[in-house]
């Protein structure tokens, strides 16, 4: 029988001592969006029927390499993960590998698909593919990490990465058929398809950005 909810005792260790960190990391990669992640993977094992306790697990540890370069944060994720002896409470060594496997593959612009179901599903919940959270971590981040660019250099960064990551020729992919993400994905780029309409919601969520600083 598949558990619909992870261990209480790793609930309580991982937000004492694993989501408390990413109040150090940008608006991007927050504690807000490790949420959004957590529950998006939750609900991926009620179809997919992996073991919540790893799917929870591995949802808190997926950023915690923002600590360092954000280039290779799913390297250093994973290997966060697996020297963590404390995960030996609830977890094996065969476990624990599939685990930090899942956290290296997790990062959208990966060259290879995910070696595990777990990868997958942490790769599909990090998606979070509501255009108007899509839009506003992309501002958010551009803002926190380039200061230096003025309101349209801004929108032109913006742009750019809509185009490159989720229009119809981007890098992104989604590795768990009939996913919400799915009729999500496919919003966004109606939107991208439209560039004055694109360029109508920057403007909105980079007021209210902007307005609440």
Same mark, same amino acid.
């Given at each position: 029988?598949?558990?619909?909810?992870?261990?209480?005792?790793?609930?309580?260790?991982?937000?004492?001592?694993?989501?408390?960190?990413?109040?150090?990391?940008?608006?991007?990669?927050?504690?807000?969006?490790?949420?959004?992640?957590?529950?998006?993977?939750?609900?991926?094992?009620?179809?997919?029927?992996?073991?919540?306790?790893?799917?929870?697990?591995?949802?808190?540890?997926?950023?915690?390499?923002?600590?360092?370069?954000?280039?290779?944060?799913?390297?250093?994720?994973?290997?966060?993960?697996?020297?963590?002896?404390?995960?030996?409470?609830?977890?094996?060594?065969?476990?624990?590998?599939?685990?930090?496997?899942?956290?290296?593959?997790?990062?959208?612009?990966?060259?290879?698909?995910?070696?595990?179901?777990?990868?997958?599903?942490?790769?599909?919940?990090?998606?979070?593919?509501?255009?108007?959270?899509?839009?506003?971590?992309?501002?958010? !981040?551009? %803002?926190?990490?380039? $200061? /230096?660019?003025?309101? #349209? +250099?801004?929108?032109?960064?913006? =742009?750019?990465?809509?185009?490159?990551?989720?229009?119809?020729?981007? !890098?992104? %992919?989604?590795?768990? $058929? /009939?996913?919400?993400? #799915? +009729?999500?994905?496919?919003?966004? =780029?109606?939107?991208?398809?439209?560039?004055?309409?694109?360029?109508?919601?920057?403007?909105?969520?980079?007021?209210?950005?902007?307005?609440?600083?």
């Amino acid at each position: 029988m598949i558990s619909n909810a992870p261990s209480l005792d790793l609930v309580e260790f991982v937000e004492t001592n694993i989501l408390p960190q990413y109040a150090n990391f940008d608006r991007a990669h927050n504690l807000e969006h490790v949420t959004r992640v957590i529950r998006n993977a939750l609900q991926l094992v009620r179809t997919t029927g992996a073991d919540i306790n790893m799917v929870y697990a591995i949802a808190a540890y997926h950023d915690l390499g923002m600590a360092g370069p954000r280039a290779i944060h799913h390297l250093t994720g994973g290997k966060i993960l697996a020297a963590d002896a404390r995960l030996k409470r609830w977890f094996t060594a065969e476990q624990i590998k599939i685990m930090r496997e899942a956290v290296e593959d997790h990062r959208a612009s990966a060259s290879h698909a995910p070696r595990s179901l777990y990868g997958r599903i942490i790769a599909e919940a990090d998606r979070d593919i509501v255009p108007e959270v899509v839009f506003r971590r992309t501002i958010e !981040y551009g %803002r926190s990490n380039y $200061p /230096g660019l003025d309101r #349209e +250099q801004q929108w032109q960064r913006f =742009r750019q990465h809509m185009d490159e990551k989720y229009s119809a020729h981007g !890098y992104i %992919r989604l590795w768990i $058929p /009939g996913s919400p993400n #799915e +009729q999500k994905l496919s919003e966004l =780029r109606n939107i991208i398809a439209q560039p004055a309409l694109l360029r109508q919601h920057f403007e909105r969520i980079y007021d209210a950005i902007a307005s609440a600083d």
